[in-house]
């Protein structure tokens, strides 16, 4: 299964997988009110998480068989999850991957219609995910160039041309040729 340009948020329970699987998650949102109701759970299956931003959430799954990369981790706990680089986490996340960002710089605001599809978590002036991915290491999950965001806003956005942000959000303003609204992917 794969998703792309969703958003989790507070009682929709996050991803559940059970059942041996591969799950592949891109461009993607979840907010939870706390760790334990938001994320994803792949105890039977693979996962492999890119370009997401996750808030009050748990990440869980086999040792070595989730993957997360590119993405943005606030108040998160995460059992069994691996690195597979540029990942970005708040100080109080001990078990999860990435480098410690002295500011994540997420909007205050949390979900709220910044252009496109879905609510998105929008990136402040000032934080460490803005440009922290290279050119080069911006790739879906097929291993060809990323080149939108959640909101399907261009990656790079217009203030950095030579990188992409960390997460589901590239930082600016969305611009034209956002697709309308659609129904989120059932499960």
Request: glycine share 12%; proline share 7%.
């Amino acid at each position: 299964m794969n998703l792309s340009g969703d958003t989790f948020s507070h009682n929709s329970g996050g991803i559940y997988l059970e059942k041996s699987s591969t799950l592949g998650v891109i461009n993607s949102t979840f907010l939870g009110a706390s760790q334990a109701l938001e994320g994803i759970n792949a105890v039977a299956s693979s996962a492999n998480v890119t370009f997401s931003t996750f808030e009050y959430s748990a990440l869980s799954g086999l040792p070595s068989m989730f993957g997360l990369s590119s993405s943005l981790l606030f108040s998160v706990a995460c059992t069994n999850v691996k690195d597979d680089s540029n990942n970005l986490k708040g100080s109080s996340e001990p078990a999860c991957p990435g480098n410690i960002a002295n500011e994540l710089g997420l909007s205050l605001l949390l979900l709220q219609d910044n252009g496109g599809p879905t609510p998105t978590i929008a990136l402040v002036t000032g934080s460490d995910a803005i440009g922290a991915i290279s050119i080069g290491d911006c790739v879906d999950l097929s291993n060809k160039k990323l080149t939108i965001d959640q909101r399907n806003a261009p990656r790079p956005g217009p203030n950095n041309p030579g990188s992409r942000d960390t997460g589901a959000f590239e930082f600016g303003p969305a611009t034209t040729g956002l697709i309308p609204p659609h129904t989120p992917t059932p499960f």
